[in-house]
């Protein structure tokens, strides 16, 4: 039996692998790689959670909360150490001043930017669930199936759905968190299951779903496992931009008076302060460093999401 060169495979072997699509993970860290400022973004998101999950474990939530007319809109001091530390060990150090109760801006702003991510995240998940459930079985089944589903959708849709969500929240004696979640999700749904709906009854007419179905393959697995990985790409995208327009929605209700209540820290309570002509003018401290913190997240969320969407494309783009 001939003997194989030992470079020759080695060579063989070495151009199979760099002929061979990144797949998976490796596609995700290749884009990130490409794009600086996707990963710069990456990183900021990355710090900004640590900074906060980390902060917010050391913090007594009430006593940040509670008021201090004495020290009513403290203006800030100057940044030392040591009231960098004493910060982290829960006293008032006033770093970002104080806003109009006399509550410490910067625990607020710590505390406040975890409650806009996690309600944010929240409603996204939501939104996601129903909204992909109803929109892959509305494209999979068509027919009267997708008509009652889509007639439905179209009615949810017509209604004057922030006017509602502001009506529940007013007539809610106690809002909380979860209560505000649900409110701002039943409603949020409606776009993203007409989006994934239209790629579905695209998808469902390809000659593999056909196939699928002629060798009896379940319904379930037919969707879960061919159909939504080729709509990875749409979902991945929807979700990201939808993450972010739901940070801006809860800070816009909160900003117009309609959304969590005072004691409940959130971005959009500290820049509501921004609707006092004195405050916008006299005490930026108040509202500048959430309004800051929005633009941060909204960016790098975008960007983030711009290169995961590619990464998903990735298998496509490389054939």
Same mark, same amino acid.
């Given at each position: 039996?001939?003997?194989?060169d030992?470079?020759y495979a080695?060579?063989?072997? $070495?151009?199979v692998?760099?002929?061979?699509?990144?797949?998976?993970?490796?596609? *995700?860290?290749r884009e990130?790689k490409?794009?600086?400022?996707a990963l710069?973004?990456?990183i900021?998101? /990355?710090?900004i959670?640590?900074?906060?999950?980390a &902060? @917010?474990?050391r913090?007594?939530?009430?006593?940040v909360?509670?008021?201090?007319?004495f020290?009513r809109?403290?203006p800030?001091v100057?940044f030392?150490w040591s009231?960098?530390i004493?910060a %982290?060990?829960?006293e008032?150090?006033?770093l970002?001043?104080?806003d109009?109760?006399? /509550?410490?801006?910067?625990?607020?702003?710590?505390?406040g930017?975890?409650?806009?991510?996690i309600i944010?995240?929240?409603v996204?998940? /939501?939104?996601a669930?129903?909204?992909i459930?109803?929109?892959?079985i509305?494209?999979?089944?068509g027919?009267?199936v997708?008509?009652?589903? #889509?007639?439905?959708?179209?009615?949810i849709?017509?209604l004057p @759905?922030? #006017?509602?969500?502001?009506v529940?929240?007013? *007539?809610?004696?106690e809002?909380? /968190?979860?209560?505000f979640v649900?409110?701002?999700? *039943?409603?949020? &749904?409606?776009?993203?299951?007409?989006t994934?709906r239209?790629?579905a009854?695209?998808?469902?007419?390809?000659?593999y779903?056909?196939?699928?179905?002629?060798?009896?393959?379940?319904? %379930?697995?037919i *969707?879960?496992?061919?159909?939504?990985p080729?709509?990875?790409?749409?979902i991945?995208?929807?979700?990201i931009?939808?993450?972010?327009a739901n940070?801006?929605?809860?800070?816009g209700?909160?900003?117009?008076?309609?959304?969590l209540?005072?004691?409940?820290?959130t971005?959009g @309570?500290?820049? $509501?302060?921004?609707?006092s002509?004195e405050n916008?003018?006299?005490?930026? &401290?108040? &509202?500048?460093p959430a309004?800051?913190?929005?633009l @941060?997240?909204?960016?790098?969320?975008?960007y983030?999401?711009?290169?995961?969407?590619?990464?998903t494309d990735?298998?496509?783009r490389?054939?």
């Amino acid at each position: 039996m001939p003997k194989v060169d030992s470079n020759y495979a080695e060579s063989v072997a $070495s151009d199979v692998e760099k002929s061979t699509p990144p797949l998976g993970f490796k596609v *995700i860290i290749r884009e990130f790689k490409k794009d600086k400022v996707a990963l710069t973004a990456l990183i900021i998101l /990355i710090l900004i959670a640590l900074f906060v999950v980390a &902060w @917010t474990i050391r913090l007594d939530v009430p006593e940040v909360m509670r008021v201090d007319v004495f020290n009513r809109f403290h203006p800030p001091v100057e940044f030392e150490w040591s009231n960098f530390i004493d910060a %982290w060990n829960g006293e008032r150090t006033y770093l970002l001043g104080a806003d109009e109760s006399g /509550i410490d801006v910067f625990h607020q702003l710590i505390v406040g930017t975890g409650n806009s991510v996690i309600i944010g995240f929240l409603v996204t998940t /939501i939104m996601a669930v129903i909204g992909i459930g109803l929109g892959v079985i509305s494209g999979y089944y068509g027919g009267a199936v997708d008509n009652a589903i #889509m007639r439905f959708t179209d009615f949810i849709m017509i209604l004057p @759905t922030t #006017m509602i969500v502001i009506v529940f929240i007013v *007539i809610i004696p106690e809002v909380t /968190i979860a209560s505000f979640v649900f409110i701002m999700s *039943i409603f949020a &749904w409606t776009g993203f299951c007409r989006t994934i709906r239209s790629r579905a009854l695209s998808e469902g007419e390809l000659d593999y779903i056909s196939a699928s179905k002629t060798m009896g393959t379940p319904t %379930w697995k037919i *969707i879960l496992s061919e159909m939504l990985p080729n709509l990875a790409s749409l979902i991945m995208i929807q979700l990201i931009l939808s993450y972010a327009a739901n940070i801006g929605l809860e800070t816009g209700l909160t900003f117009l008076g309609f959304g969590l209540p005072p004691e409940i820290p959130t971005l959009g @309570t500290l820049v $509501s302060a921004a609707t006092s002509p004195e405050n916008l003018e006299l005490r930026p &401290w108040v &509202w500048l460093p959430a309004s800051l913190t929005i633009l @941060t997240l909204m960016l790098c969320i975008n960007y983030v999401g711009q290169a995961l969407k590619r990464s998903t494309d990735a298998k496509q783009r490389l054939g």
